[in-house]
């Protein structure tokens, strides 16, 4: 499986961003997608996923209510939607391949995008 995530950059307090990671390969429509994240001095943390068909997803409590995340299914696409963003949100970001929605099993990481909030 091969992950391409985009969508990273640089927002203000309380604006928004959409991440998107795009699976290839052969098996890769049939994993979990979702996302970690990991700011400076600190461990990676799940943010979120959803399962192959798009019809469950699961969000992590520090990120619930401002992040959405979805899915494309004729794409092999997952996005994640930021809003109400805080400079704590600041971090590389990774897509991940994974085989259950609480982001254990990970089988693939994409190569990150930096999202960074200014205050």
């Known amino acids: 499986v091969q992950l391409q995530a985009s969508g990273g950059g640089l927002v203000q307090s309380g604006g928004s961003l959409r991440l998107s990671c795009a699976g290839s390969?052969?098996?890769?429509?049939?994993?979990?997608m979702g996302w970690f994240r990991q700011a400076p001095g600190n461990e990676r943390e799940f943010v979120g996923s959803?399962?192959?068909?798009?019809?469950?997803?699961s969000i992590a409590d520090s990120v619930k209510g401002r992040f959405t995340i979805s899915k494309d299914n004729a794409k092999n696409t997952v996005y994640l939607q930021m809003n109400s963003l805080k400079p704590e949100d600041t971090a590389v970001y990774y897509c991940?391949?994974?085989?259950?929605?609480?982001?254990?099993?990970?089988?693939?990481w994409g190569q990150g995008t930096l999202v960074t909030v200014s205050s």
């Open positions: 390969g052969r098996t890769a429509i049939r994993y979990v």
């Open positions: 959803i399962s192959w068909t798009g019809g469950s997803t």
């Open positions: 991940t391949a994974s085989t259950t929605l609480s982001g254990e099993g990970v089988m693939a």
